[in-house]
């Protein structure tokens, strides 16, 4: 690893971030998944479903912002130069869009349960071995009802950027079959 941290010929990222790529993509699907198969379920399983969002949500948030740290600190490895300016600046808007809402999406259904006035009767609980504490934040409908609206936004952006970046990967894999996919690829 350090070797491919150093050097100006390294072409692809590295493990650090190769894991924490796959660790929270895969989250954050499963994290969309759930909230689907909740939709058409009542009672105690969809409080189950409900209870493991709220839970891995919290677990993205705190693996996103350790992401960031590192990532700042961290220079991603140089694009393959057939590469037209365009697509780079709409990979790189992807990628920046990708952390804001990697990061803000659990924030605001934190921030969102913390507003409830309901929220003593409903902890959350993280995998059942500790309950998260609650953000200071108002309490009441009008706070609930915008960090809802928020949440909900930011998960629809989450689907539509998700789509237009493997959408971009598949392109580059089998159409220009340029080595992009390989850049975060373990091995
Ligand atoms: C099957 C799904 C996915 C595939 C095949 C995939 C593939 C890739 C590849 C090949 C890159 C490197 C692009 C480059 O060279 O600049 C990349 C970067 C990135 N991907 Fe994904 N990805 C997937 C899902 C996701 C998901 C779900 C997220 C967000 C939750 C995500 C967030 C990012 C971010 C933020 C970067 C930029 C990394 C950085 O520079 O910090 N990806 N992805
Ligand atoms: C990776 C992080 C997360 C993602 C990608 C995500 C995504 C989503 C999406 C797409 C929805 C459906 C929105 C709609 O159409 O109404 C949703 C609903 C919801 N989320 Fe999250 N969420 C995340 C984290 C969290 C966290 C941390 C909490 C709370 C602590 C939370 C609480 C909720 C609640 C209560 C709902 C409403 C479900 C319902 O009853 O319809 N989410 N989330």
């Known amino acids: 690893m350090t070797g491919q941290a150093m050097g100006s010929e390294r072409s692809r990222y590295s493990s650090v971030a190769i894991g924490f790529h796959w660790i929270i993509g895969l989250l954050v699907i499963l994290n969309i998944a ?92 993280f995998f059942g071995l500790f309950d998260v504490p609650f953000l200071p934040v108002p309490r009441g409908e009008a706070s609930g009802a915008f960090l809802s609206g928020a949440h909900e936004t930011m998960g629809l952006a989450m689907i539509a950027l998700i789509l237009l970046h493997v959408a971009g990967v598949v392109k580059h894999h089998l159409v220009d079959r340029d080595p992009i996919l390989r850049r975060m690829t373990p091995g």
Not at 35 to 43: P, T
Not at 76 to 97: D, K, S, T, V, Y
């Open 34 to 125: 759930l909230v689907f198969i909740a939709e058409d379920m009542e009672g105690a399983s969809r409080g189950q479903i409900m209870t493991a969002h709220k839970a891995i949500g919290i677990s993205v948030l705190f693996l996103s912002l350790g992401r960031l740290f590192w990532r700042l600190g961290h220079r991603p490895p140089p694009l393959p130069g057939a590469i037209p300016a365009w697509q780079r600046a709409l990979a790189r808007a992807n990628h920046i869009l990708f952390y804001v809402l990697m990061i803000g999406i659990p924030l605001s259904g934190w921030m969102w349960m913390s507003a409830g006035l309901k929220r003593d009767e409903r902890p959350i609980s």
